[in-house]
Structures are given as C-alpha cells and as structure tokens.
C-alpha cells in the first residue's frame, strides 16, 4: 500500500479575539481549505483568572455546514435555536449540523466565569454538498467518557465519527466523515487506512509529530500526498487532530457565518437571518 507523505506545512497566525488566544491554521496563507475541512480555530492554551468574562461567542447565525467543538480543556456551555443545551467538560466534544439555518451561543458557565481555569477549546468547521446544506439542523455532545479511547501503539485514539481498528465513532456523520483526535506519548506511531481518493486533514495541536520522517511542528496544518495509508510519529507528548472526507466537487463561497456555493445563496442566507427564520438561540450559562 501506498503511504502518504507530507507536501507543505502551514503554520497557524495569531488572531486573538480579545483576551482569548486565538490561532487561526486554516484558512491561511498558502491554503484556503483541505477538501470539505474548512476553518479551524485554535483558542487558548490559556488560564482564566476568577471573575473573568469567558469566552465571547453569544448568539450567532450559521447555514450550510457543520461544526466540530473539541474541549480540551475548560467547559463551553452551549445552547441553539433548534432548543439544543448542553455543557461539556474537557475531554468532550460537541457536533453541531447548521444545515439550513441556526443560531448558536458557545459561552463560558457561570462557574467558569466566577473561578477561573485552564482553557483550551479547538473548533473545525466542516464543508457540507449542495445536497445538504439545506438539511434540518442537528446537534450532539458528548463528554469524554461517552468517546471510544482506542489505545493505540503509545497513544491514544479518540474516535468521533467513521471507524479506526474496526471500531465506530459515537457519531454518524452525514458525509461518511472520519474524526479523531489523538495523545500520543513519546516514540507513539499510529497508522491510519482506506484513504485512497480521500481529502486528510492533520493537525498538531501539542508538541511536534512527524510523517515519513518529516516534522509537523506544534500550531502547524500538514497538506498530504496522495496514498492509501498514513502513519504519524512522534518523539515527544503530542496532541493531533486527524480526519478524512470524501471530496466535494463543488464551488465554496463563504461569507461570515455562512458557507454555500454562490453568492446568490449567501445573499438568500442572510435574509433568511434577518427575517428571523433561524429561530432565537438565549444565552445559557450553565
């Protein structure tokens, strides 16, 4: 079989959004999205002092994709105008389908505010077709202990969507998607198969990791070779973002909070908005 090898790397550029440590790997210079994966920002590694006003994401639009939230460290508490609400600790995620419409808040609890705490949240935004960017909205969270914790040769794989060693993902993604993210300890090798014709998304969020003998270092996106397999290295700690999606043929064009393919349905979207068809989404803390 066929293995991968890494073509580019791209390093993340801050864009701090207020007092939250935002790096942004995707878009950036050099590359505008890898197949259906879109959009990841990374906030934080971070530690919130007590009485501190949280993160800043109150209620906001989408349409036409998806977003996945992994909480690494901290609690997001969220809640949607499809009467969605949820907290979700470290080590959770939360899955969340806009499809024709939603409005989201994605805001620190109560406590969070009033104690303080380590915080470190990743958010990656998923390209949905033609075909379903007017599905019905949906959404799913979870807490660390509800994700599959696969070992792995030194590490760790925590499965979210799609299957890994014959196992499934909590969560049954529309476009076939397969989600992870991976702790790997020192001298870790994981091997991932069935990516022939597939778009992979790779994406070192702690410590550096290493494909066909080259580093991807910490903060950086890999753009990768053609191949049926890939196996990721590590010589230190290490915490990845893995993925791969079927490729979407399709004209992106995206505007703020939505995604679709022309400009006549981004202008669709936002009145659609402003017509107040995407519902209501309160702020609840938790």
């Avoid at 003998?213 to 230190?236: K, M, N, W, Y």
């Avoid at 700690?237 to 043929?249: C, N, R, V």
Wanted: contains cysteine; proline residues 8%.
């Amino acid at each position: 079989m066929s293995a991968r090898t890494i073509l580019s790397v791209h390093p993340a550029y801050r864009d701090d959004i207020g007092d939250l440590v935002t790096r942004r790997p995707l878009p950036g210079p050099g590359v505008d999205h890898v197949g259906a994966f879109l959009f990841l920002n990374h906030h934080g590694p971070q530690t919130y002092p007590p009485d501190n006003r949280g993160l800043p994401f109150g209620p906001h639009p989408h349409r036409g994709f998806e977003t996945v939230t992994f909480i690494l460290e901290g609690e997001l508490a969220h809640t949607d105008s499809a009467g969605h609400e949820s907290v979700i600790r470290a080590d959770g995620m939360q899955w969340m389908t806009a499809g024709r419409g939603i409005v989201h808040s994605e805001v620190s609890p109560a406590g969070f505010k009033r104690d303080g705490g380590p915080m470190e949240i990743l958010q990656l935004w998923l390209n949905l077709p033609a075909r379903l960017k007017m599905t019905a909205p949906r959404y799913i969270g979870l807490q660390g202990e509800g994700i599959p914790a696969i070992a792995a040769d030194g590490a760790t794989v925590n499965l979210i969507a799609g299957t890994w060693q014959g196992r499934q993902g909590p969560v049954e993604s529309l476009t076939g998607t397969m989600l992870c993210w991976v702790a790997a300890q020192p001298d870790a090798a994981v091997t991932f198969e069935g990516l022939t014709g597939r778009d992979v998304f790779l994406y070192a969020a702690r410590g550096n990791i290493e494909v066909a003998r080259r580093q991807v270092p910490q903060f950086h996106l890999a753009q990768l070779s053609d191949g049926e397999t890939v196996t990721i290295t590590t010589a230190e700690p290490a915490l990845f973002l893995f993925g791969h999606s079927a490729p979407i043929d399709e004209p992106i064009v995206a505007h703020g909070p939505f995604v679709m393919n022309s400009i006549e349905e981004i202008r669709q979207a936002f009145a659609d908005y402003q017509a107040g068809k995407f519902g209501i989404a309160e702020i609840v803390e938790g």
